[in-house]
């Protein structure tokens, strides 16, 4: 599979003459919880030559392709990107700390590492991750059984919001670091999950945790309750430094 994603990339680059900066895992296999069929989503960003933004209208921005059993792979272009991270997209922030990397160039995740701490909004990353909560509390959790793979979506969703809540840092990404947030009496239920899940394929269900459920929307409602008191970050001279970053990538990524 690891094969498969880097010929995608390298086919990516030549056929849309494009350069492609960075590409990690962004879904379950990078939280720390796949399922042994859990497909690879593939999250990468790109720039083009520096004529492309040299128009008087902008161009696409994303890449995309169907889903298939495997591999989800998609891309944003470098100054989208960097827009969206001015902005405190948590998604980025999330690429930004995979621990499965598949490709970088340029050093460029230690370019903009410096930047992240400033450049993260509380208000912003608990408004995220509270609405991936309120999803699980809302919908995916409601019924006498419920899936597996939802459960830890939101529950990761939870302890993320909780780590702003509390700590009013950006959270890791993955599952391990945020559990150092989990209630005691909850550990030995979830170090069972856990164990259940890694042999267990994406569908499949279970009776539906009560004492799980109840701890998820204690947390939606505590997350609720603190968002008036998170300041909104103000990147200030972060943003700057994203503008020099964008121009210096252009410049090396298509250098003769």
Not at 84 to 96: D, H, I, P, Q, T
Not at 118 to 137: C, D, I, P, T, W
Not at 187 to 211: F, G, H, I, Y
């Amino acid at each position: 599979m690891l094969s498969r994603i880097q010929t995608a990339l390298t086919n990516l680059e030549a056929t849309h003459n494009i350069r492609i900066l960075y590409a990690c895992e962004s879904g379950s296999r990078a939280w720390g919880f796949p399922s042994p069929d859990s497909d690879y989503d593939v999250r990468f960003i790109y720039c083009h030559p520096a004529a492309w933004y040299l128009t008087l209208d902008e161009g696409r921005d994303t890449l995309d392709f169907p889903v298939d059993d495997e591999l989800d792979l998609a891309g944003w272009e470098l100054r989208k990107a960097l827009r969206l991270l001015r902005g405190s997209n948590a998604a980025l922030f999330e690429w930004l700390q995979s621990p499965v990397i598949y490709h970088e160039a340029l050093d460029f995740r230690a370019r903009l590492a410096p930047l992240l701490p400033s450049l993260f909004n509380l208000k912003a990353g608990l408004h995220h991750y509270l609405g991936q909560l309120r999803r699980g509390v809302e919908e995916d959790l409601v019924g006498e059984e419920v899936r597996l793979k939802r459960l830890f979506y939101a529950l990761r969703s939870a302890l993320a919001a909780r780590w702003i809540r509390e700590r009013q840092t950006m959270p890791p990404m993955e599952f391990a670091p945020l559990r150092v947030l989990l209630p005691t009496a909850l550990e030995a239920d979830v170090t069972e999950l856990l164990r259940q899940k890694a042999s267990a394929n994406e569908k499949t269900v279970m009776a539906q945790p009560a004492t799980l459920l109840a701890f998820l929307r204690e947390e939606f409602a505590a997350g609720q309750a603190a968002r008036n008191d998170l300041s909104i970050t103000r990147v200030g001279s972060a943003a700057d430094e994203l503008g020099v970053a964008f121009r210096t990538l252009l410049r090396e990524s298509f250098a003769v």
